[in-house]
C-alpha cells in the first residue's frame, strides 16, 4: 500500500528548531517529489517546500526561504524538513505529498498530489 507518514512536529519555542520526516512506500520513490504543505486553523493550506526525489532539486516559499532546508534520503526513502528559526506564524499541521514528476525535474506545490500522507502538528511559542 502507498503510505507517507509525516512526523517529528512538537512544540518550540520561537528561535528554535525542528526537522520533521516524510516517510514514503508503496511507489518507485525516485519518480516523484515530495511537497509539504501547511495548514494553520482558520486557514487556507499553502505550500511550503519540494524536493525532487531523482535529483535532489529544491523549491521553497518565500515565507521559508533561508530558513528551511530539505533534503532527502534515498536508501530510507525519507525527506526531512529542516526547520530552522522559527515563528508563531509557523504554527499549523504539516503534510507531506508525493507528486509523479513524469518528464520535469522541478517539483512545485501548485497542482493537485497524487498522494497524501496524515499530517505532524507543529506549535511555535513565543
Known amino acids: 500500500d502507498v503510505q507517507l507518514q509525516a512526523s517529528g512536529g512538537g512544540l518550540v519555542q520561537a528561535g528554535g528548531s525542528l526537522r520533521l520526516s516524510c516517510a514514503a512506500s508503496g511507489f518507485n520513490f525516485d519518480d516523484y517529489a515530495i511537497v509539504w504543505f501547511r495548514q494553520a486553523p482558520g486557514k487556507e493550506r499553502e505550500g511550503v517546500s519540494c524536493?525532487?526525489?531523482?535529483?535532489?532539486?529544491?523549491n521553497y516559499a518565500d515565507s521559508v526561504k533561508g530558513r528551511f532546508t530539505i533534503s532527502n534520503d534515498k536508501a530510507k526513502k525519507t525527506v526531512y524538513p529542516q526547520m530552522n528559526n522559527l515563528r508563531p506564524e509557523d504554527t499549523a499541521v504539516y503534510y507531506c505529498?508525493?507528486?509523479?514528476?513524469?518528464?520535469?525535474?522541478?517539483?512545485?506545490?501548485?497542482?493537485?498530489?497524487?498522494?497524501w500522507g496524515k499530517g505532524t502538528q507543529v506549535t511555535v511559542s513565543s
Open positions: 524536493i525532487t526525489n531523482s535529483d535532489g532539486f529544491t
Open positions: 505529498a508525493a507528486d509523479w514528476m513524469g518528464p520535469s525535474f522541478h517539483c512545485h506545490w501548485l497542482a493537485p498530489q497524487e498522494y
